[in-house]
């Protein structure tokens, strides 16, 4: 039977993977490690073409480079697979070196589904001539194929959607485009049986949560977002059973009844969510759940539904405090959708995520200021600020290169280069801005008052009194 070893590499905790904005997880108000989900629904894919899979996710379980590294020496697997981070992937692909000279064999694969736009002669050879293959399609599909190249032992070559790595040219050569994986019921369950999942905690209870993939594919065209490309434009749902199904197995096989719910949006159907929520409703469900919601896929109807279903939090991407950034955003919403998302959420007693950005080409200091005072008039619960990311492939990218805004000089990521900022604001002061808006946020008497007003137990003081020490922390040291 072939071995696998897919793996989150040693370092600082990372939002991985598909995610639109890739942050050290230090960085974000809220977040705390997030189970490596996509990875366990390939290691299932695997599993069910009859190979042996083993899952590590190092930073979560104290792994340092030398005892990875031993292990994958010790194990000397037909695959492994490293769950890369844009930003740190020419020093993550180090740790196939000491594999390489012990098992030459062994078939070194990225995920690097952010790498889809570039060329593959963009690719550095010398820095990454240790991967022998970078998934860059849609990797429920990619995993199929690359999969039963590795079982049947076939030439990479017939497998779509990657770079493989032609040594003998010393370059990195693209195979046909992979379609995007339309059936999500046909792909198993994702092999949780590979994770410790008691160390995947909710961050204001620390009871352990998993987060479950409903859906994949985006049709809205925000400038910034790279789902466009990694999932699709067009958005699939797995159906209502096949996601109770897996909620059921998180509840009675690991003991898991709080939730993430994990799509570009949660909320595109609803029709499909009413269904979801009654049907968690009849079958007894005794869950606690989150999503995701664009402002204008959401109503009070449905608020009322998602609460009486057991949700208790919707993020919402508010993103800019005008309607003129959101329309030069493409993001397809408006202040006045904003507010009434946010009043609905209010009125089904939800508590709301409200995500914002900063560092588009165009802000001033007063854009900046006119999204905290946004923030600050809805009365959201909860917020985190990040500064915008020029994904390659997004047409955010285009624009920041088009006005001279690139960072090229010191670009650390051959797919994410740094900003300078904005063609008003140097960076040092998007920084800055960040730090002040969070501040003045979380740091309000009233909101510190209102947050512990909802406190109902000394686990649930704990929790949040770790998350405010370390925003704290983060925030006093840097202003």
Request: glycine residues 6%.
């Amino acid at each position: 039977m072939k071995k696998v070893i897919l793996f989150n590499p040693p370092g600082g905790l990372w939002m991985r993977g598909e995610v639109r904005c890739e942050q050290s997880i230090d960085e974000l108000a809220l977040w705390a490690a997030p189970a490596p989900t996509t990875m366990v629904m390939l290691a299932a894919i695997w599993r069910e073409q009859g190979m042996e899979p083993q899952m590590l996710d190092c930073p979560v379980a104290g792994i340092d480079q030398g005892q990875l590294e031993d292990i994958l020496a010790k194990e000397q697997p037909d695959m492994v697979l490293l769950n890369a981070s844009a930003i740190n992937l020419a020093g993550d692909v180090q740790v196939f070196r000491r594999l390489k000279e012990i098992s030459p064999n062994t078939l070194a694969a990225v995920n690097a589904p952010t790498l889809t736009a570039l060329d593959p002669e963009e690719i550095p050879y010398d820095l990454y001539s240790l991967v022998d293959v970078f998934i860059v399609d849609d990797m429920m599909t990619v995993s199929q194929d690359l999969g039963l190249c590795v079982r049947d032992d076939t030439p990479l070559g017939e497998v779509q959607g990657i770079f493989y790595n032609d040594r003998a040219a010393k370059k990195f050569v693209r195979t046909p485009k992979a379609a995007f994986w339309a059936d999500l019921d046909a792909l198993p369950l994702p092999a949780r049986d590979l994770l410790d999942n008691q160390r995947y905690t909710r961050p204001d209870t620390g009871t352990p949560l998993a987060s479950i993939v409903d859906g994949r594919g985006c049709p809205f065209h925000c400038i910034y977002c790279l789902s466009q490309v990694t999932t699709g434009r067009t958005p699939r749902k797995r159906s209502v059973r096949s996601v109770v199904d897996e909620i059921k197995q998180c509840v009675n096989e690991y003991g898991i009844r709080d939730f993430m719910f994990r799509s570009d949006t949660f909320t595109i159907f609803p029709e499909w969510v009413h269904e979801f929520c009654e049907t968690i409703i009849k079958e007894k469900l005794d869950i606690s759940w989150a999503a995701n919601s664009r402002v204008n896929t959401f109503d009070v109807e449905m608020g009322k539904a998602m609460k009486a279903a057991g949700c208790f939090l919707v993020e919402f991407g508010i993103e800019s405090g005008s309607d003129r950034s959101l329309q030069l955003q493409k993001k397809g919403t408006t202040i006045a959708q904003i507010k009434q998302a946010v009043a609905d959420a209010h009125a089904a007693k939800l508590l709301i995520y409200g995500t914002l950005v900063l560092g588009l080409p165009w802000e001033t200091r007063e854009d900046v200021m006119e999204t905290l005072d946004l923030a600050l008039r809805l009365k959201v619960d909860f917020i985190d600020i990040t500064i915008m990311q020029p994904w390659r492939g997004t047409q955010l990218y285009d624009m920041t290169k088009k006005e001279g805004l690139l960072d090229e000089a010191n670009a650390t990521s051959i797919v994410l280069p740094q900003i300078k900022g904005t063609k008003h604001l140097p960076l040092a002061e998007l920084h800055e801005l960040r730090t002040h808006m969070l501040k003045k946020f979380y740091f309000r008497p009233g909101y510190i008052l209102s947050r512990l007003k909802d406190i109902r137990s000394m686990r649930q003081l704990s929790r949040y009194v770790k998350y405010g020490f370390r925003l704290g922390t983060r925030i006093f040291t840097k202003g």
